[in-house]
């Protein structure tokens, strides 16, 4: 089956209905790592609720990632060539007002975009979502890419694609280790994806790799919990836009070095896996205010 180019481009989904509670938020910062030294105040503020000294629950920025789960249609994965192929290429949250410790929201996603990288070298799915609360103000805005490796050659547009931001060339500002454990799959999938790719050991060899890889959005949480620790004071609020591109799988279990460069309110940045030598999120870019 080839890509309709028309007919995905017409595809959406608006309306939804999304609930989340302190439950959810908690159990997305610590699946992304934090709450891992259990007398760390600043992180402790993310995944638990104080009750000797009370304060309000801090919320993980890119849990807006997460908050409706599965918004995209469905029909865009039963009209590609092969659904187990397919991997997150790029994620791009514009945050217009903080994310609440609980809350209903409404999600709108349609496609905006589909890009054809040739045949046998896969094509690009854009999607965009807005996120809104139950008055109808705008939360988030999430640009989504996924990279169908088997669906390429269909015949549609390429050169209109944006390029990428482009970090500093000069030596990074901070570098940071952040290690990964080796479960932390299996913790992130209880946040919604339970995708088989990064839980089952057969189906990740079916399509194409050793053993089951880490969440391209658990990697891109690491990236904004490394930007809270550096650059934010742990503030959620400081956050206007956190993009970056996922270049290379990570193993649970693997150490990211995350380098980071900051000029004004931009901060760059990009990780690795420094044990097997590759960049495993490219082009990162977080804007603070």
Known sequence: MAIEYDRMMAMNNLGQS??????????YAYAI???SDPLDQAELAFVNEAWAIPRPLKVVPTFASIAAWDAEPQEVT????NPVLVLDAERDITFHKQLAPAAEITADCSVNAVYDKGKDKGAIICFRTLLKDNEGQLIATLLTSWFA??????GGPYAERRGPHRVPTRAPD???DITTRPDQALLYRLCGDRFPLHSDPEYAKSAGFP?????GMCTYGITCRGVLETYAD????AFRQHA?????PVFPGETLTLELWKEGSVISFEAKVKARGVTVVKNGMTVLN
């Open 149 to 154: 490796r088997g669906d390429g050659g269909f």
């Open 33 to 35: 790592g934090m709450g």
């Open 211 to 215: 053993r089951p890889i880490l969440h």
């Open 244 to 248: 970056a591109r996922f270049s290379s």
């Open 234 to 237: 742990y503030d959620p609020g």
């Open 78 to 81: 039963r009209s590609l060539a």
């Open 174 to 176: 901070r570098i940071i």
């Open 18 to 27: 999304f609930s989340y509670g302190d439950r959810d938020v908690m159990l």
